[in-house]
Every structure is written in structure tokens, then in C-alpha cells.
């Protein structure tokens, strides 16, 4: 029978998890008073759209980084002819994802060249400056989508402490490249080079890690991944991605559509009011999302031993329900220490006025961030279980409802309507998630294949 990794272990891999969540958050927030007084707002501002922009293109890996996680964890208890399957995997997805990467940056750059940088600046020197800028990002995206399938498979085969004692200065470096560079000159080209130098580096040690990781040669492996990749790999990878893909393009319109409605219903001024705290209270299930991306590989591996070796449904179910309990407890002395200290706090970071203003959405906004952390785990079970499609159809669901009841709630009670209706959104989604993976592991331990 395979066993299920020990909890310290597994415990042990979520904080390096963590670590590597949390580090390059503090050293952003660090770097942005130093890049606001060498580059100035305007270019700061700027910064800040490149970064948000890379950083959604990150959709276009279509879930193949998750793929790739639950097969290499899949293929691990295959012996010999695992190992080849998650060569297999991990070139498909890497080419394919280089490819997606490459045309997706020719695109956006024929599109810049064409019809220039879609942003109100204030000078024609300063637009060619931030046209050079952003040519000088577009590399950066193939190097960010081929790092999620390299990722992947790290994270399928349980290397997280390597993989984040890489990903930590990688994190740090992202902001104090351009911080090292606003030294010198205030120019976007150099900040941007530094990133695009950072990525690069990024993914050449990657590459290193999986080589080591699955017994290449460095020099051999980019070879043996373009050779590995096929058609029918990426049959496999896409039915899951593509699902993935779905909840990735959804979820982002549901977390900023209370905002475009406050501002129609309310007025533009408002959406800070809500927007402020609910950037910081968001953060909240990282603490959660740092086990869920140790937990994924785990139950991928148990879920997929399970048809073999029935008894296996145990250490699965056990593993959810141990983890549940630790993210409620988690969870529940973070959310009641941060209910106790909202008023002080924002008082101490934004000011009287503004504490009078924003305490309730904040306290309200903790709980509903704390039942959407808690429901990571059920969504990270059904993914591990192959049942993303499931997941994703919720979510679409999910989206025109949640839209009225922000409308109807804004209308009824103002701002604090938003932080209502997201919480009502948390619980439901909670609800159902905890329900479906209930019904999936009744079904796995009834015997019924699903």
C-alpha cells in the first residue's frame, strides 16, 4: 500500500511554501517608497501596470502547471516507466507553453508598434520611453509560462525546499533589480531589463533543479524535453488545464466586480474605501495556499492509487480532514486577532477618518476571506482528484448571481453591502466545494469509479 507522506513533512514543505509567498511580498512593499522617491509616481505608476499586466498574462499557462504538478505526482509510483511519462509531461507542456509565451509577446509588441502605449503620460518623451520599456518586458513572458511547468514538476515531485530557496531571492530580486537600476537612472528600459535579466536567470536554474531532479545532465536536458514532447501528452495536459484555465479567468472577475459596481452605484471615490483593505485582507489565504500547494501532489498520489489499492481512500480522507482542522485553527486565531485590531490598526496606517469609514468592511472582509481560505483545501482535493471540470462549471455558475447580489446589496447598504455579498459568495462557495469532495471520497470509499 502507498503510504501518504508524514504530516510534519508535509507540514515542513507548507512553511517553506509559505516563506516563499510571504518574503518577496515584504520586500515589494519595502521597495515601493524608495522606487517612489528615485523614480517618481509617474514612472512608478507605470511599474506597477507592468508588473500587474506580466502577472495576469501568467492565465495564458492554461492550467498546465497544475497539470503537470498532479501527473509527475501521478507518475512517482510508476517505477521506470513513470519517469519517462513525466519526461513526457513536463517537455509537452514546457514546449507548448514557450510557443504560447512567444506569440502571445510578438502579438503584444507588433501591437505596441502599432498602435503605441495605451496609458495617458505626461510628455511625448516620456511615451517613447515606456514603448522601449515594455518591448524590453515582452521576453519575460515566454520565460514566466515555461517557469510553471518547470514548477510543476517540482512541486509534483516534493522538492518545495528547493524550489523555494530559489524562488525567494528570485522574489527579492524582482523588485530590487529595479530598485539598483533607479540608482543609476530613473529610465523604465532599465528597470524592465533588470526584470527581464531575473527571469531568465529564474528559469536556467529551474531548468537545473528538474535536470538534477529527474538524473539529466543540464547540457542534455533542454534537448531531451523538446524531444520528449507529443501530441498525445498534450491531449492529456489540456483536459485538465483547460478546466484550470476556466477558474483562473472567472475567479478574477468575481474578486474586482464589487468594485466597478461600487463605483457605477456609488461613486469612484468610494471603491478605495473598499479596495484598500480588501487588497491587504486578501492576503489572508495565502496562509492556506501554502499547504494546498504541498497537499496537491500528495492527494494526486493517493487519488490515483486508489482504484489499485482501495485502502488508500483512508489515508486520503484523513489527510483532508487533518488538514481542515488545521486551517481552521489557523485560520480562526488569525481572523480574531485581526477583528480585534482592525480599528487600531487602520487608524495607525490610514487615519482616524478613515478607520470611521472602513472597520466594518474590514472585519467583515476577514471573515469572508477566512471561509474562502478554508475552502482551498476541498478545491485542492478535487483538483488532486481530476475533478476540475466540476470545479470550474461552480464557478461559472457562480459569476452572474454574485453580480446581482453585489448590485442589490451596494444599492440596500452601501459600501458594506460589498464586503455582505462577498461574504455570502465565501460561504456558499465553501458550502458547495466541501460538499462535492464529500460526495467524490463517499463515492471513491463505496468503490464506484468516478
Request: with cysteine.
Amino acid at each position: 500500500m502507498i503510504r501518504s507522506a508524514p504530516i510534519p513533512a508535509l507540514y515542513k514543505s507548507a512553511v517553506w511554501s509559505l516563506l516563499g509567498n510571504v518574503l518577496p511580498m515584504f520586500a515589494a512593499l519595502a521597495a515601493v517608497p524608495f522606487l517612489m522617491h528615485y523614480l517618481g509616481q509617474e514612472r512608478l505608476g507605470v511599474l506597477s501596470l507592468v508588473w500587474v499586466i506580466v502577472g495576469y498574462f501568467s492565465f495564458l499557462d492554461m492550467g498546465l502547471g497544475r497539470a503537470v504538478t498532479v501527473t509527475v505526482a501521478s507518475c512517482r509510483h510508476g517505477g521506470e516507466l513513470g519517469r519517462v511519462d513525466e519526461l513526457h509531461v513536463v517537455g509537452t507542456a514546457a514546449v507548448l507553453l514557450v510557443c504560447v509565451g512567444s506569440a502571445m509577446a510578438l502579438l503584444v509588441g507588433l501591437g505596441i508598434a502599432v498602435w503605441g502605449v495605451p496609458v495617458r503620460l505626461s510628455s511625448p518623451a516620456f511615451l517613447e520611453e515606456v514603448k522601449q520599456a515594455l518591448l524590453w518586458m515582452l521576453p519575460s513572458l515566454p520565460l514566466l509560462l515555461v517557469s510553471s511547468a518547470l514548477r510543476g514538476h517540482l512541486e509534483g515531485a516534493g522538492a518545495f525546499r528547493s524550489l523555494n530557496l530559489l524562488r525567494i531571492p528570485t522574489g527579492v530580486m524582482l523588485v530590487a533589480g529595479p530598485c539598483l537600476t533607479a540608482l543609476y537612472s530613473p529610465d523604465l528600459v532599465w528597470a524592465c531589463a533588470s526584470i527581464l535579466a531575473v527571469r531568465l536567470v529564474h528559469v536556467f536554474v529551474l531548468l537545473w533543479l528538474v535536470a538534477r531532479e529527474m538524473g539529466f545532465r543540464f547540457r542534455d536536458f533542454a534537448r531531451a524535453l523538446v524531444r520528449a514532447s507529443g501530441v498525445a501528452w498534450l491531449r492529456q495536459l489540456l483536459s485538465f488545464g483547460g478546466w484550470v484555465t476556466v477558474s483562473n479567468i472567472v475567479g478574477p472577475v468575481i474578486v474586482y466586480v464589487d468594485r466597478f459596481v461600487i463605483g457605477a452605484v456609488l461613486a469612484a471615490s468610494s471603491v478605495v474605501i473598499y479596495a484598500v483593505p480588501f487588497d491587504v485582507v486578501s492576503r489572508l489565504p495565502v496562509l492556506v495556499a501554502s499547504l494546498c500547494s504541498v497537499l496537491l501532489p500528495e492527494l494526486a498520489r493517493l487519488s490515483r492509487s486508489v482504484s489499485n489499492e482501495p485502502g488508500n481512500i483512508h489515508l486520503l480522507r484523513r489527510l483532508v480532514r487533518r488538514s481542515s482542522m488545521f486551517s481552521a485553527w489557523v485560520v480562526a486565531a488569525v481572523v480574531v486577532i485581526g477583528w480585534v485590531a482592525t480599528p487600531w490598526a487602520l487608524r495607525w496606517w490610514v487615519g482616524a477618518a478613515f478607520e470611521e469609514q472602513a472597520t466594518q468592511i474590514t472585519q467583515l472582509l476577514l471573515l469572508a476571506f477566512g471561509v474562502n481560505a478554508l475552502a482551498q483545501i476541498p478545491f485542492t482535493a478535487l483538483q488532486a482528484a481530476g475533478r476540475v471540470r466540476a470545479v470550474a462549471l461552480l464557478h461559472m455558475a457562480e459569476l452572474v448571481p454574485y453580480g446581482a447580489v453585489v448590485f442589490l446589496a451596494i444599492s440596500w447598504l452601501g459600501i458594506a453591502g460589498a464586503a455582505w455579498a462577498w461574504l455570502l459568495r465565501s460561504v456558499i462557495d465553501y458550502a458547495v466545494l466541501a460538499w462535492m469532495w464529500h460526495r467524490h471520497s463517499a463515492r471513491l470509499k463505496a468503490g464506484i469509479t468516478v
